[in-house]
């Protein structure tokens, strides 16, 4: 039977997450799959333990970031979809089955999310999906809530990457994984533009899987990641945005920036904040931005609608969080 599906794995350090990943993809309902592990230069023991046990595997010399790991993995393979999947991960048996099953209701889909569910609190969520708003701010949809609930298949702004489905050739349109990013909002970025070009992205319920989350960055909000997320939230808007859309949109951005910088300094990160947001400033110019044609219009204001949606998504599950603490 021929592979459907291309499970891509990138790896960095994480050889103590590998082997309960791997043995959940062994339990698979679905066969049509194959396993392509990218190294990125690991030096925990990573690369002896995946030739010991003969997992197919492309070893970098350095690390190249989530970004540069995927794409090499994704140029690599040649089967109809890929799928990308975190090593901090541990699969429900039927997960491969139910995304195929999600991405093959229309060729207009270019990216299937998965029911992410927290590994060591597994009563909560970890993410339904990602969403984008106004303000600049991506949002992991459902994070911290009950994970009994979140059972409808929905539209979502983008597939979190952590364990998603993708249509491989669409990459071949759009672009790959920007290597500018290096980490973070890179998912994102590529279903942005495949939205510009009239593409969808969902969210399948009943594709499962547990996560630890920040595996390799250490922790939730740390100098690195930071910097990271702040230049590259940049990035995203500088290419993806025609300037129309950019100035229409300027001052909820500008104060999504200024919010963000008053959250990152009360936790200790507000140098680190500013230095990424410079950073993207001063080098945005490098990214390769997205052509504007009039043909994509009806796409670009159906985007504009739905980042308007988002911050009010966004605006509700916030105050409903403070609500639940005063309770």
């Not at 995304?99 to 009563?123: C, G, N, P």
């Not at 303000?135 to 009994?148: D, E, I, N, P, T």
């Not at 290597?179 to 533009?193: A, G, P, T």
């Amino acid at each position: 039977m021929a592979e459907k599906v291309t499970v891509i794995i990138p790896n960095y350090n994480g050889l103590k997450f590998m082997r309960p990943c791997m043995e959940a993809l062994r339990q698979q309902t679905c066969r049509e799959f194959q396993v392509l592990v990218v190294d990125n230069g690991s030096d925990d023991g990573s690369v002896e333990w995946l030739k010991e046990q003969g997992i197919p595997t492309i070893f970098l010399k350095e690390n190249t970031g989530f970004t540069g790991a995927v794409n090499v993995g994704i140029k690599a393979s040649h089967t109809e979809f890929v799928l990308l999947l975190n090593n901090d991960t541990v699969a429900d048996p039927r997960l491969v089955e139910e995304l195929l099953k999600a991405i093959q209701q229309s060729q207009r889909i270019f990216a299937v999310s998965s029911k992410m569910i927290q590994m060591h609190h597994r009563e909560l969520m970890d993410d339904a999906g990602d969403m984008y708003s106004l303000l600049g701010w991506a949002y992991q949809r459902g994070v911290g809530r009950s994970s009994k609930g979140y059972n409808r298949p929905r539209e979502v702004f983008s597939a979190c990457a952590a364990a998603a489905i993708y249509r491989r050739k669409v990459f071949e349109t759009i672009g790959y994984f920007d290597e500018m990013h290096f980490c973070y909002l890179e998912d994102i970025d590529v279903c942005y533009r495949a939205k510009i070009f009239g593409y969808h992205n969902r969210y399948c319920p009943t594709a499962v899987i547990c996560h630890v989350g920040s595996a390799t960055s250490g922790s939730k909000y740390n100098g690195f990641k930071v910097r990271l997320a702040a230049r590259n939230n940049v990035y995203l808007n500088y290419k993806n945005m025609p300037l129309g859309q950019i100035l229409i949109n300027s001052l909820p951005l500008a104060a999504g920036i200024c919010v963000k910088y008053g959250f990152f300094k009360k936790i200790g990160f507000g140098k680190e904040y500013v230095q990424g947001v410079k950073e993207g400033f001063a080098t945005m110019r490098k990214c390769r931005k997205v052509a504007y044609s009039p043909a994509n219009l009806p796409n670009y204001l159906s985007i504009q609608w739905e980042l308007i949606m988002g911050t009010g998504i966004y605006v509700y599950e916030f105050l409903s969080r403070q609500l639940r603490k005063l309770i």
